[in-house]
């Protein structure tokens, strides 16, 4: 059965809306999918809505930055009370740092010459603000656009470049997440419930085992094998690993959008696919 459990859209980082997303999954094939949108849960209720219009069953999720001894990773959270007031105040808090974090970035970038109204930008965003949308709101203006081919020197420059450039190539332009000690969400998920998975683990380099034991003696629940961002040798080498430590397995696409009409490839189904009889344990997530 064709899963996926992790996906996002215009809620954080994505670029379809829930309903639209589910109609793209719908068309994939998938059966049983989740809306993992970064720090926020704004869309659940319409994404579960259009789930059940297309017949596919969906799981409550949740993308979180987390910290824990000195490492910062992102976390995948299912099947959790999403209505929770303790869970609503958290990521209201998440949202407002990041919120403060983009616009000191946003002035910076004035300062550097870009035309940006600030407050009227970050108004468009309720929740999570999202930086690639900020990116393309920002490549709106011809100044902006000439300026950034000549700050890149290069004419087509991609999206992960700009980002790259403006917001995190200095240690004075970084623009952090909003990480949580993973400690305090192991201690609200005991209050609301649901299982915390380690999101994927390989994508900056494989996941110290060590560190990993760690974090399933602090509350981990499981691990996400079946990913884009991972390679068949970094597949292996997670199902080892989750095997010994006995984790839950889980797969997802980490899809945002359909890419650009002038390549051929357009989105991960097109070489990716998360088959729920190849992961241990899944059925703890989607039962």
Known sequence: MLIDLQTHSTY??????????AAALAKEGIKVASLTDHNSVGGQAEFFSACKKFHIKAITGLELYA???????????????????DLSKLLSETQTRRRHQCRRALVRLIKLGFKINVDKLLAKYEGYVPIN????????YQKNREKIVFDLKKKNPREEEIIYYYFYRQKAFDLSNSYLNFQRVVNLRKKIGGLLILCHPCKHGRIDADFLSLLKKSGLNGIEVLSPHHSISDIMYLQEIGQSLNLIESGGSDFHRFENKRYPLQSPYQWFRAESRLLRGVEKIIK
């Open 12 to 21: 954080s980082d994505g670029y379809l809306t829930p309903s639209e997303l």
């Open 67 to 85: 910290s824990f001894h000195r490492h910062k990773f992102n976390l995948l959270w299912y099947g959790f009370d999403h209505k929770s007031p």
């Open 133 to 140: 949308h900020v990116v393309d709101d920002i490549r709106v």
